[in-house]
């Protein structure tokens, strides 16, 4: 049986991920910098899920938005873990790492209509930095011959919201 199906949706999100993370693989070393979207959607009683819409194939549940949100990137690391043990090369795991950064287009059209109430300022979380701005979602694959501390970046995830303040 879905529980999910049977569950009421309170509230849904549009979330950007900002997000770098180094992956070791069989003879290579990668950063990945990752700019992805995110549908974060809250049912009656607290229950959270989080659905990739780039990189479309993850989706995560759990009891509260940050549980959910370190559930996604610890499963975001899982799967380009097990990319990085699976293949022989770096080529190849920039291949398949580019090819999973996919669309989901059913999450894409829900994020969308999160993001129109966001911007007719139906819904917001408290506390969350709006973004303001077009936000192109991207994935970066670099090698990294020799990594320093300037390779990292700060993590993120900010709500959607470009070119459109919170309505009064």
Not at 74 to 90: I, P, W
Not at 110 to 122: D, F, H, N, P, Y
């Amino acid at each position: 049986m879905d529980t999910k199906t049977e569950t009421k949706t309170e509230s849904q999100f549009p979330l950007f991920l900002n997000y770098r993370f180094p992956v070791s693989g069989k003879g290579f070393w990668v950063g990945i910098t990752l700019r992805g979207r995110l549908l974060l959607e809250e049912e009656v009683g607290g229950d959270v899920w989080i659905y990739g819409v780039n990189p479309g194939g993850i989706s995560v549940f759990a009891q509260s938005r940050e549980a959910a949100l370190t559930a996604f990137t610890a499963r975001l690391h899982e799967v380009m873990n097990g990319v990085a043990e699976s293949v022989e090369t770096f080529d190849a795991f920039k291949k398949e790492v580019e090819e999973s950064f996919a669309t989901n287009g059913e999450y894409e059209t829900m994020w969308k209509a999160a993001l129109q109430c966001v911007r007719e300022g139906k819904t917001d979380i408290a506390g969350m930095t709006r973004e303001d701005g077009d936000f192109k979602p991207e994935i970066r694959v670099e090698k990294i011959a020799n990594p320093t501390p300037a390779n990292n970046v700060d993590q993120k995830v900010t709500m959607a919201a470009p070119c459109f303040a919170k309505a009064a």
